[in-house]
């Protein structure tokens, strides 16, 4: 009885009588036991020997072996044979240092197929701190390994052709380059583009230019070592990376690339032709920026279009420096309005007989503030190639009108001026709107502007040039033709444009004197003109004998450093000035030039006058 009472007096101050203990331990076994049973994962429990004591339920349906066929076995028989011996030597270093060991590694089914497993191994020490067990929990991790494989594929594969993408390739040229090192390796990359891909994208349809590209991959493919690689980098390019190459090899390979892509290709029942350019660069520092690395190979291989397609051409740093300066440039252009730097320079026109001006051209100009006076020939093609010759041609037509009305208020000489229209501008809906709109709100006489389009612009699509020209001349602007000679126009084409002007390339102009076919040229497209009823205005001319050949062949206008340099808008009142005063001399004195073979001036107004 005190017994009893003494129990539920300790019980009662909160320590555990026999009894209680006892109650605790048999719970605590029963739940232990319950999740070894249930739980999700593997469970096996080892002796000292590393046999197997017992295993759960969740270890037979992992492995597919059975308790019994496992019991009093050691466990190194299900693991894959190439990791047994490493991965027992970590294991066995981390149960020393901390009786606990976790990683990643395989299991073999009862079947032969590894399975991918997280483990974990706990030592089981008695109460004298003897090691009596070990625990080991593992969960298939299959499921897990899957998803990483997949995610993997969309972060490094292509999907479409199933080879290494961009990033792939980035990162596989980037541990490439610092085992270059140490491995004194000479890596070379190729960009490769499929020359008539879009073409085919065009008129066939993207399903089978996706056909087409996966085929292309294949054929590229069988032209590289193991070792190599070849990644798509998008739209229609790749790139290949040799780990190991010298000048001899690029071509080799090169040439493969090219050839097997020259085949035709089977699609739809059809044979595609497509050629490929390629670009090729061999690295020399491994220190140097990927980009840069990429950016150099680009180059090479637009070098390549250039020069016609269908081949490969090797870096140049000439190249990579005017790549370079294109981009810069073109950069700057995108602002060159905005911070004023584009001006407009005027040209004079004189009578070619009598040296009177007749007119003007209105030449643009940019001034970089770092990169000093940009010569058109080099950002006029950077500024059609970038979308801006619109909103730049549009400025030039603006600031060409209000410089008309400025001198028209100021009582200047008022002489037509030429404005030079690019074919995008020309073909643009809004051209002719524009036009009308500036000279309405400087209120000037629309016969004051004179809009000049290459022959080669005319050209390129007949009908709706003569609708633009004609919409042009219904609100008083004259036409002229520039550069003409040096394209394709049918003279059955010609006579149907509403211009009053043809202009004489400088090409021809500048060596008829010495050239006999630049003479016979310059002469029959004077000739032509006249039949036609247009003026003619040779450009470049800067000596007097050249004048006086094209005098002697019936020349109306000249254009040319002999008479004016392109001056500033403020100094072309000087200018007209000096130049009237000099043709008043020259009638004066009886010696102005007259042509040999035309007795009159050319033009419609001539000609009728003659008539009566």
């Not at 020309?426 to 400087?442: D, M, P, S, T």
């Not at 000049?452 to 002229?480: F, H, R, V, W, Y």
């Amino acid at each position: 009885m005190a017994k009893d009472m003494l129990e539920t007096k300790n019980s009662a101050r909160g320590k555990p009588t026999n009894k209680i203990r006892d109650s605790l331990s048999r719970r605590h076994l029963r739940l232990a036991s319950a999740l070894f049973e249930h739980s999700k994962e593997g469970i096996v429990i080892l002796n000292v020997n590393n046999q197997v004591v017992d295993v759960n339920a969740s270890y037979e349906v992992i492995t597919g072996y059975q308790w019994k066929d496992l019991v009093g076995r050691p466990l190194r028989l299900l693991s894959v044979d190439s990791q047994l011996c490493e991965l027992l030597r970590n294991i066995d270093c981390d149960l020393q240092e901390q009786s606990y060991w976790e990683g990643e590694t395989w299991k073999r089914h009862i079947s032969g197929k590894h399975i991918p497993v997280r483990m974990s191994v706990t030592l089981v020490r008695e109460r004298s701190g003897i090691i009596s067990n070990k625990i080991v929990v593992f969960n298939d991790i299959s499921a897990q390994r899957e998803t990483k494989q997949q995610l993997h594929q969309m972060a490094y594969m292509d999907g479409l052709t199933s080879l290494p993408n961009r990033a792939c390739f980035y990162r596989h040229l980037e541990r490439l380059l610092q085992e270059s090192e140490y491995l004194d390796l000479s890596p070379s990359i190729f960009m490769i583009d499929l020359d008539d891909f879009k073409q085919v994208n065009d008129s066939m349809g993207h399903r089978v230019g996706d056909i087409l590209l996966r085929q292309a991959a294949l054929r590229m493919k069988s032209c590289l070592r193991s070792n190599d690689m070849l990644a798509r980098f998008g739209g229609d390019e790749f790139m290949v990376l040799i780990e190991q190459s010298d000048r001899d090899n690029h071509a080799v390979v090169a040439e493969k690339i090219l050839s097997v892509l020259h085949n035709p290709f089977k699609l739809e029942g059809s044979d595609v032709y497509i050629r490929a350019s390629v670009g090729i660069y061999r690295i020399e520092d491994c220190t140097e920026n990927i980009e840069n690395l990429i950016q150099k190979a680009d180059i090479a291989m637009y070098q390549a279009k250039n020069q016609g397609k269908g081949c490969y051409r090797y870096f140049d740093s000439y190249q990579c420096t005017h790549s370079k300066r294109k981009t810069e440039l073109t950069s700057a252009l995108h602002r060159a309005i905005e911070l004023k730097q584009l001006h407009l320079n005027y040209q004079v026109q004189v009578n070619s007989f009598n040296a009177k001006p007749q007119g003007m051209e209105a030449l643009l100009r940019w001034y970089h503030p770092e990169y000093g006076t940009i010569p058109p020939n080099e950002f006029i093609p950077l500024a059609e190639a970038s979308g801006l010759i619109v909103p730049i041609g549009e400025w030039v037509i603006e600031a060409a009108c209000r410089q008309q009305g400025l001198w028209q208020a100021q009582g200047a000489q008022l002489l037509p001026v030429a404005i030079n229209v690019s074919a995008g501008q020309f073909y643009n809906g809004g051209l002719v709107q524009h036009i009308a709109k500036i000279i309405a709100e400087v209120r000037i006489n629309p016969n004051l502007i004179e809009i000049e389009i290459t022959e080669s612009t005319s050209m390129d699509n007949p009908e709706q040039t003569i609708s633009q020209l004609k919409k042009l001349q219904d609100i008083g602007i004259s036409i002229a033709i520039d550069d003409f000679g040096t394209g394709y126009s049918s003279l059955g084409y010609l006579k149907k444009l509403p211009v009053s002007k043809l202009k004489v390339d400088r090409s021809f102009v500048k060596d008829i004197v010495q050239d006999h076919d630049d003479r016979a040229i310059t002469n029959a497209v004077i000739k032509l003109a006249h039949t036609m009823n247009l003026q003619v205005v040779a450009e470049g001319v800067e000596d007097e004998e050249v004048r006086s050949l094209l005098v002697e062949q019936g020349c109306d206008l000249i254009q040319g450093y002999l008479f004016s340099k392109p001056v500033p808008a403020d100094q072309i009142p000087t200018v007209l000035s000096t130049l009237n005063a000099q043709s008043k001399g020259a009638k004066s004195s009886k010696t102005s030039l007259q042509p040999r073979w035309c007795d009159i001036p050319c033009g419609k107004a001539a000609i009728q006058s003659n008539k009566k």
